[in-house]
């Protein structure tokens, strides 16, 4: 439902607005227009200008942050968690508004934390510029439609194998304490009191609370995960919500039995006050198998702390962590719910377009801008074209693409990548045109040649695409 209040603001692992201890007091620039870069020419010897196409320079959003906390200390950890989260980039990332259901792709320029002896009791204030090079405004919802190629004879064949998001396995066991405490995880630390609560959790019913009754003392839970050899590449990650004082380290461990592995420290991605996602990466040494992984708490030098800890995952060998999922959410459990690995499909967490006939997929942008779409063609194809029907461009490609092989069309880079990597820009056909997606229901159609010993078109046409406005 589109609201006018701003809502939370999500900047990596931090997140800003209701409910966490940073207060959003004053933002600019995001229904603002950028910059106009126009391309007008001067009439000469007449009064006025030709004028030309207008065109937006870069985006630049500054935000104002308020901290509130209880103590000096945890002002402190607020600052400190600000700054590690707003550090130079080599590339842009998401920021995202989720209550507004827009996202940009931003690089933080200027940071402010002041320091106020007269205030710095328990408030303080942040500003932050974020540059956005990419102008556009985006849904944060990407959107998939597919369709096989045109196929006068053989028509479609269903179900369609949608691409997309790849296939994946959450390997923890019991990952949100659905269940109970006791199926697959266990306690680590002497003066460590586990509750499953329900008053607080990031997903499902249920959390984990870690009570730690002593100063300078560990408390944690392990998870029991689906056993992996040497030379497996094993990411974790788990949501935690740790106090604003009281916690001295954060650490996430990969286990074998009781044997720790390895130890990475993540207190720098938590949030104080607020839940985060944490997360690391072990690759399991020679001779070595991990069958749990465990995320730690220390409690300070100044006495007991309380934290908690919800929807853990750890992956086998993936390029990047998952958004979570659990037999319960988003996947299907293998075995016994709440005590087994849950796998999730390839093409889930999209939402696809409508298809219609062989040939032919509609796109809808629900902007107020031209969309850039991703083409995804799987072979096996000859000389694939593809048409933007309500605009007429066509963009054709000179190239053949073999049954397991794929191509990549960035439309708004223009880059056409072979298996994703190869460049082979050379492919597309002199006098192609971009298809861009228009504000409103589109219609893109799909053609290409049957290679030989290929019955039927089972060439599979991918369209990716966000809503866009600017």
Not at 239 to 250: E, F, K, S
Request: proline residues 7%; aromatic residues 8%; contains cysteine.
């Amino acid at each position: 439902m589109v609201q006018q209040r701003l809502g939370r603001v999500q900047w990596g692992d931090l997140t800003f607005g209701p409910g966490t201890p940073y207060a959003v007091t004053a933002i600019e620039g995001l229904d603002d227009l950028p910059a106009i870069r126009g391309e007008d020419v001067e009439r000469p010897g007449q009064h006025g200008d030709y004028t030309g196409p207008d065109y937006t320079g870069p985006r630049t959003v500054p935000i104002k942050l308020g901290m509130h906390t209880d103590s000096p200390d945890a002002l402190r950890a607020l600052s400190l968690a600000l700054r590690n989260a707003t550090q130079p980039q080599a590339q842009p990332a998401p920021l995202q508004f989720l209550d507004q259901d827009i996202l940009v792709w931003a690089k933080v320029r200027k940071r402010s934390i002041p320091y106020d002896a007269e205030y710095l009791w328990s408030i303080g204030d942040a500003a932050l510029e974020f540059y956005c090079a990419d102008p556009y405004l985006y849904g944060l919802t990407e959107q998939s439609a597919t369709t096989t190629a045109q196929s006068p004879s053989a028509g479609r064949t269903y179900p369609l194998p949608y691409s997309g998001v790849s296939a994946a396995r959450n390997l923890v066991l019991n990952p949100s304490f659905e269940d109970s405490l006791t199926t697959e995880s266990t306690g680590i630390g002497t003066n460590n009191t586990r509750t499953r609560v329900s008053s607080d959790s990031w997903v499902g019913s249920y959390s984990v609370q870690h009570a730690i009754s002593a100063a300078s003392s560990q408390g944690g839970s392990a998870w029991s995960i689906e056993p992996q050899p040497a030379g497996t590449q094993v990411r974790f990650g788990v949501w935690v919500r740790i106090p604003l004082t009281g916690i001295a380290t954060l650490e996430l461990w990969w286990r074998n039995g009781t044997t720790n592995l390895t130890t990475q420290s993540v207190i720098a991605q938590a949030a104080p006050g607020s839940w985060a996602r944490v997360s690391g990466t072990y690759t399991v040494a020679s001779g070595q198998t991990c069958d749990r992984v465990a995320a730690v708490a220390t409690s300070s030098s100044g006495g007991a702390a309380t934290w908690w800890a919800d929807a853990a995952m750890a992956t086998a060998g993936a390029a990047a962590l998952p958004a979570f999922f659990d037999g319960s959410s988003g996947g299907t459990w293998e075995g016994l719910p709440n005590a087994s690995v849950s796998a999730r499909p390839a093409g889930t967490d999209r939402v696809y377009g409508m298809s219609g006939a062989s040939g032919r997929v509609t796109a809808v942008n629900g902007g107020a801008a031209p969309a850039y779409p991703v083409l995804r063609i799987d072979g096996p194809v000859a000389n694939p074209a593809i048409e933007q029907v309500n605009t007429g461009s066509i963009i054709t490609l000179d190239a053949s693409l073999q049954a397991g092989d794929f191509l990549l069309i960035d439309t708004r880079s223009r880059a056409v990548l072979l298996m994703g990597t190869s460049p082979r820009r050379s492919w597309v056909r002199a006098g192609s045109s971009w298809p861009l997606l228009l504000p409103g229901s589109n219609e893109l159609a799909y053609r290409g040649s049957a290679l030989p010993g290929a019955p039927g078109q089972t060439s599979l046409l991918t369209v990716t695409w966000r809503d866009t406005s600017l």
